[in-house]
């Protein structure tokens, strides 16, 4: 367990680790081969762990989602791409370190790469407002995902964000126009566009970023219109009902496969892609290949149009 962050439907492994590390420490210091006991618990932690993670609740996969140690975007662009080239600002008001983005190359491949990114500590947080974008943030995705389009470059976006900034500063700075504003003008792009929800997928503060030709999400992450803790306090007038808001709001990726909001769902590594991020980013790698291998012969206008009936056939009604 990476840094001892432990969750709490996590602590019956826990307690199997520290009696396998116990048991290594009596063996040394005693020079007695414990190893068929070591291997017994060994093979009880992966019976445990697979019971648990498929059998986690809505809320559960929320945590996951939120793990201190999950993969950022940063994460994903030195594990997956080369040669990335970071742009900074809106060329309107700032920039905005809640989202990241510039120009990369993948097995080769001339893309642009976008995406939220929070912080790895208390300092960096702060600094990157917790992965709640600004206006800029939006500006700026937007800036990149246009000159991309113009050198008819594909686009990924990698979605983790509790939502848009709701502060008085980011309303002044018009946040309801550029996520709007973002929405139109991605639906009108003529380059694939792929994103990946590896986190939290929060409201309008992840679809700003994620009007794509395909929209995958990890196996334990969450897509939104709403946080279970705001769902709950609106509905319910009490957050702490946000476990049974978790469940109405069906936000896990078997539920939006179901909806048909999400196209596809990203395998992680045993215990989530925090315990792993190598691994995962090799998955995530070769997720983006096929991807993008499928629009390589349509046309520009193909793949627009694809993406517009995409988003127009969400929904359906039940008549009675």
Avoid at 295 to 317: C, D, M
Wanted: one cysteine or more.
């Amino acid at each position: 367990m990476q840094k001892e962050i432990i969750l709490d439907f996590e602590k019956p492994i826990l307690k199997l680790y520290e009696k396998i590390n116990s048991l290594k420490a009596l063996s040394e210091k005693s020079l007695i081969d414990l190893s068929e006991e070591i291997n017994v618990l060994k093979a009880k932690v992966l019976k445990i762990k697979q019971d648990v993670y498929d059998n986690l609740r809505p809320d559960q996969i929320i945590k996951i989602s939120r793990h201190p140690l999950r993969p950022t975007t940063l994460d994903y662009i030195s594990l997956i791409f080369t040669d990335f080239v970071e742009l900074h600002g809106d060329r309107c008001f700032g920039d905005d370190p809640a989202i990241v983005g510039g120009f990369s190359r993948i097995n080769g491949q001339k893309i642009a790469v976008i995406g939220h990114q929070k912080g790895k500590d208390t300092k960096d947080n702060i600094y990157r407002n917790f992965g709640m974008p600004q206006p800029e943030g939006y500006r700026k995705a937007l800036r990149i995902m246009q000159l991309a389009e113009k050198l008819s470059m594909p686009v990924i976006t990698f979605v983790d964000t509790p939502g848009a900034f709701p502060g008085i500063e980011a309303e002044k700075h018009g946040q309801a126009e550029a996520i709007a504003r973002n929405l139109k003008e991605m639906s009108a792009l003529k380059v694939p566009v792929l994103s990946l929800i590896t986190g939290e997928g929060g409201s309008g503060g992840a679809l700003g970023i994620a009007v794509a030709n395909e929209v995958l999400i990890l196996e334990f992450a969450v897509y939104s219109v709403i946080s279970p803790e705001g769902c709950a306090a609106i509905l319910f007038n009490d957050a702490k009902r946000s476990a049974e808001a978790a469940v109405a709001l069906k936000i896990t990726a078997p539920e939006l496969i179901k909806l048909k909001v999400v196209d596809g769902i990203v395998s992680e590594p045993p215990g989530g892609a925090h315990l792993n991020p190598e691994a995962m980013a090799e998955t995530m790698k070769t997720t983006i290949l096929n991807s993008l291998e499928k629009y390589k012969k349509l046309s520009p206008e193909k793949i627009r149009q694809e993406r517009f009936k995409k988003f127009r056939a969400f929904g359906f009604f039940e008549e009675k």
